[in-house]
């Protein structure tokens, strides 16, 4: 069926009749026109709406145009601080890989397939090791067309190109995207992915569980999608941590049904892999804007969001854990 295109005034109306409440028509206009309709309606409206006893979705009593677009607006906010210390992680991450890699292979060694984990030494089949083999050299390629991509956008990659025919590694990891870096991690070889785990207390298996979701979540941020109620893949699941047993987070069919793949999931990695002194600035920052966002609310509870966010109860305590 086809969209036809509403005027704001119309749109007011068709909102009004499926039952939300304007306090400020004049302040509702002109924020539609700037984030348009299914930016803040359609995007937002998930907690806020029912079904009726003909199927037809309303909104609940006492809904407000203003709740939706100050959850926008405290979901635009959010995704500021969780991208700022994401990128911590992976400034710190990208350092680690560049420097034991380049100290084990030399400067230029990133695209010698032998330097990567190709399991051909292992026991594993065939099969296998030819997947393996495969995926590294996918990523060799990625490499190289991200260098090509950046000749013209990145000076310092222009420069090494042009002057020395290649860049060194050390310095290339800035222009890689925390994807490639993700996948650069899981196929060095053990003994690197050992050394680089240490620098975060985790062991190398758990950490590159971390980057997928980091990488995931950095994207989301990144290309402005919504946070509050967004998962991630299920092959990117969060290992059950010290964390989700300390803050008793409920378990269902021998699940923890919170901080598997939903934004506390992310928190709980920001958790571990964030120096504390970062983490506790991170977490003043998320719970100012959680009690700020609270005193907004009318139809709902911010534990409606909370829990949308997959927050469990007491989840302050995950500072002390």
Not at 245 to 251: E, F, M, Q
């Amino acid at each position: 069926m086809l969209k036809e295109f509403r005027t704001i005034d119309k749109q007011i109306e068709i909102l009004k009749n499926r039952g939300l409440i304007f306090d400020d028509e004049g302040f509702a206009k002109e924020k539609l026109l700037e984030t348009n309709y299914y930016n803040t309606i359609n995007g937002y409206k998930r907690l806020f709406v029912a079904v009726d006893e003909h199927g037809n979705e309303i909104f609940k009593n006492n809904a407000k145009y203003e709740e939706l677009f100050y959850l926008s607006e405290f979901d635009r906010s959010m995704r500021t601080v969780y991208l700022e210390n994401i990128l911590k992680v992976e400034n710190r991450l990208k350092t680690l890989v560049a420097y034991y890699f380049s100290e084990e292979y030399g400067h230029d060694n990133y695209l010698k397939i032998d330097n990567f984990d190709t399991l051909k030494a292992s026991s594993n089949k065939d099969k296998v090791v030819e997947k393996r083999i495969k995926n590294i050299q996918y990523l060799i390629s990625s490499i190289q067309k991200e260098i090509a991509d950046s000749i013209e956008k990145k000076d310092y990659i222009n420069h090494y190109i042009m002057k020395h025919g290649y860049v060194p590694l050390w310095v290339l990891v800035n222009a890689l995207s925390l994807g490639t870096i993700s996948k650069f991690y899981e196929f060095m070889k053990q003994p690197l992915r050992v050394k680089i785990a240490k620098h975060f207390n985790v062991n190398e298996g758990d950490l590159c569980i971390y980057i997928k979701m980091l990488a995931f979540w950095r994207n989301l941020c990144a290309h402005d999608e919504r946070l509050y109620d967004s998962t991630s893949f299920k092959k990117i699941s969060l290992p059950d941590t010290r964390y989700h047993s300390a803050l008793n987070i409920p378990i269902q069919g021998n699940q923890y049904i919170q901080g598997k793949n939903d934004l506390f999931a992310l928190t709980i990695v920001l958790r571990i892999l964030l120096f504390e002194k970062d983490f506790n600035h991170f977490y003043n920052k998320v719970n100012g804007r959680i009690y700020s966002m609270a005193s907004k609310l009318e139809s709902i509870s911010i534990e409606d969001i909370k829990k949308t966010m997959g927050f469990p109860y007491g989840w302050g305590q995950i500072r002390k854990s």
